[in-house]
């Protein structure tokens, strides 16, 4: 399957709720990131964890990262109307490339 | 605005016709990619130029041709498409420091080509 998979595939929570998202991969990583992407627009970058970093904070968000599992999940907590989105974990191929590889994402709906 | 221009940001072509699609980046990045995006599918990395290396996914046509002139500009030359091949496309640029960096992607807003 795609490196980088992300679950679940859709989310729909109320304002205020907490929202979490798991990221999946493959192979070993040194870095993964995470990416939202607003309905029709490009991806913009929220927050990367090193291979290793277990935990990052960046306001709202929490990101984890376990490379014995090889999971990420990220967290936003006190969700807002304007959080809805796609979100998109990316990891590196560690051949040397310097690409990134990004799963099918995850599609957050929150409800005001 | 992320510093990454793309245009037209809207293209509707016929099977026959030949386009291009441009993208700018304004962050003296020394990489650039095209991503193509379709519906409930991963993205897909068509192309990445890289420290003047250029590495291609083996399974995108040829009838997709890029050119990079620069560090700043890229172009996806686009002729003889298919309806399959209407999708969001999208053009990144990063700056490359070694193979353990960081390498944050910057997205262009993307231009949404329709082929009929």
């Known amino acids: 399957s795609q490196q980088g998979e992300e679950d679940p595939q859709a989310l729909s929570i109320q304002e205020g709720e907490n929202a979490t998202m798991n990221c999946s991969y493959k192979t070993s990583i040194n870095n993964l990131q995470w990416y939202r992407q607003n309905s029709g627009r490009g991806l913009v970058h929220l927050i990367l964890?090193?291979?290793?970093?277990r935990e990052k904070h960046s306001g709202r968000l929490r990101v984890t990262l376990d490379t014995s599992k090889k999971s990420s999940s990220l967290l936003i907590t006190a969700s807002r109307a304007a959080d809805t989105a796609s979100y998109f974990c990316a990891t590196d191929e560690d051949t040397g490339r310097r690409a990134r590889t990004f799963g099918s994402g995850t599609r957050l709906q929150v409800q005001p | 605005e992320t510093g990454v221009t793309q245009t037209p940001r809207h293209l509707v072509m016929g099977m026959t016709n030949k386009k291009s699609l441009k993208c700018e980046q304004h962050l003296g990045h020394n990489a650039m990619y095209w991503y193509k995006q379709s519906a409930k599918k991963p993205l897909e990395l068509m192309f990445v130029y890289s420290l003047e290396e250029r590495v291609e996914n083996n399974s995108v046509p040829s009838r997709f041709s890029p050119e990079c002139p620069n560090s700043s500009h890229l172009f996806l030359h686009l002729h003889t498409l298919q309806p399959e091949d209407s999708a969001l496309y999208l053009c990144?640029?990063?700056?490359?420091?070694?193979?353990?960096?960081?390498?944050?992607?910057?997205f262009g807003a993307g231009s949404r080509l329709t082929v009929l």
């Open positions: 990144a640029s990063s700056q490359v420091a070694g193979t353990s960096g960081a390498n944050v992607l910057t």
């Open positions: 964890i090193r291979s290793n970093e």
